[in-house]
């Protein structure tokens, strides 16, 4: 459908508009302007708020505690050369001045910035011979007119585009309702990745965490390098913490693909019959082939069992599944070694605010309720992928419009197999899904491999169509 369009000036023009600057984002324009490298100056725009294109949420962090949650040399921007960000790492390792990332084992963990650095120097000779502009400012709204998608920016500018992927793969997280009555308090922090959000915290103060993931994690890590020694209590309804890596390579076993179970159950005892033959190996190899086979087992499942899979099984497979590097994992275990770091299972009631602090009102597991009185509330429960279309944006003002929904298990947005967006179960021409968004569609991607390889394929996807197109053009010109 085509919606009511008023334009002040004329909009800029490009073929190819990439919304998220993020590590998917780049990740496209790198693999697809390798592929195309006729496309011409401008063809391809990006936009992203940051300075820098690469970081996005996941690797834009400036701390220097929180690092990749994998070894470097399963890191890379390119799926045909695996230890690419290993082999750069290696060449800048004396620039960052950082022995904790080399590990007796061999395994390297650098931080985040390192990693979002190496995808932006790996992107960088496209930006300088322009073929691909980034345009530093948020979009604000996406509109269909005629053959073209006009992109609205924060700052008022207006561009054209034959062909949009929505790239922007981490939503800011959201209070749990619950909390919502002292949201506005402000010893509350809902976003902990906001630039210096722990900057003011007393180094005695209580603090109470809901959430006890990998966010959880890099918290009491960040926490604890700034001085922190006060009482941390860290709250979830089952009080799962994510798990560490094995200190033996990694060597995968099981195969889940051949005959894959067509029942979230059917899965589940095929995985433990798998960890049952093979006791002397570490859990980590039997769940990585799930991780690698991910895509062929979810699209074996029929709708109705990949939604009671994730409603009863994905607590469990994202602790497993999503592990801690070596050293948050060491901060964290002191920190419950000397008792100043509690985990609970629980769940929260209702939460009041007085002059004297917070308290969380809860009830554990076995039914026994108790009340935890703190200093500071830290809010880690993750991207709030529920509400992508129902708070304010241009993806809510596009479903509005009725070219984005919600994918049928509720994880992102409804996504062909060829990464076109879907509604209805019909294609949006010209409008493409990447990254996490799109993982209601293919399964396991939230890991760095998954979305490399995901990104690779929109671009391959892109190439070809952008070649149909140029081709179209000159045969009508």
């Known amino acids: 459908m085509n919606v009511e369009v008023q334009i002040s000036r004329p909009p800029v023009s490009a073929t190819l508009a990439i919304i998220g600057g993020g590590a998917t984002g780049t990740m496209i324009a790198y ?80 931080t985040r910035s390192e990693f979002g650095r190496y995808l932006f120097e790996r992107i960088t000779p496209s930006l300088v011979n322009e073929t691909l502009r980034h345009i530093q400012d948020a979009v604000v709204a996406v509109q269909h007119y005629g053959q073209h998608w006009l992109i609205h920016t924060a700052q008022g500018t207006v561009f054209t585009a034959s062909y949009v992927v929505i790239a922007t793969s981490h939503p800011a997280p959201a209070l749990p309702y619950l909390l919502e009555e002292i949201a506005h308090d402000p010893r509350v922090i809902s976003d902990p990745w906001a630039n210096n959000a722990f900057k003011t915290i007393d180094p005695r103060a209580r603090i109470a965490i809901v959430g006890t993931g990998l966010t959880m994690a890099d918290v009491v890590a960040t926490l604890t390098a700034q001085g922190h020694l006060g009482l941390i209590t860290a709250v979830s309804r089952r009080g799962l913490r994510s798990r560490g890596h094995s200190p033996r390579a990694a060597s995968l076993f099981g195969d889940f693909s051949t005959n894959p179970e067509q029942t979230a159950l059917g899965l589940l005892t095929r995985i433990r019959k798998t960890l049952t033959l093979a006791p002397d190996r570490p859990w980590q190899d039997i769940l990585d082939a799930v991780r690698r086979q991910g895509k062929a087992i979810w699209t074996a499942l029929p709708p109705t069992e990949q939604r009671r899979l994730v409603r009863h099984l994905r607590p469990f497979w994202d602790v497993h599944r999503f592990r801690i590097a070596p050293q948050v994992e060491r901060a964290l275990n002191l920190r419950l070694e000397t008792g100043s770091l509690t985990v609970l299972a629980a769940r929260i009631e209702r939460a009041e605010a007085t002059p004297e602090g917070l308290t969380l009102h809860l009830r554990e597991r076995g039914g026994r309720t108790r009340a935890i009185r703190t200093d500071i509330l830290i809010n880690t429960t993750g991207p709030d992928h529920a509400g992508i279309l129902t708070k304010p944006g241009f993806l ?48 396991e991607l939230m890991g760095f491999p998954e979305v490399t390889a995901n990104a690779q394929s929109v671009a391959t996807r892109l190439a070809d169509i952008l070649q149909i197109s140029t081709h179209s053009e000159q045969v009508h010109s």
């Open 31 to 110: 693999h697809l302007l390798r592929k195309r490298r006729d496309l011409g100056v401008g063809s391809v725009v990006i936009f992203e708020p940051r300075a820098r294109l690469g970081a996005g949420v996941a690797y834009g962090s400036t701390d220097p505690h929180h690092r990749i949650n994998v070894p470097a040399s399963r890191m890379s921007i390119d799926t045909d050369k695996p230890d690419d960000f290993a082999q750069w790492f290696k060449w800048h390792s004396h620039e960052t001045c950082d022995p904790e990332a080399f590990l007796p084992s061999g395994d390297v963990y650098p």
């Open 396 to 443: 809510s003002r596009l479903s509005q419009d009725g070219f984005v929904q919600k994918d049928p298990v509720g994880l992102g947005l409804w996504t062909g197999e060829d990464h076109v967006a879907l509604v209805g179960g019909r294609p949006v021409s010209g409008m493409f899904i990447a990254g996490p968004l799109s993982r209601g569609t293919f399964g």
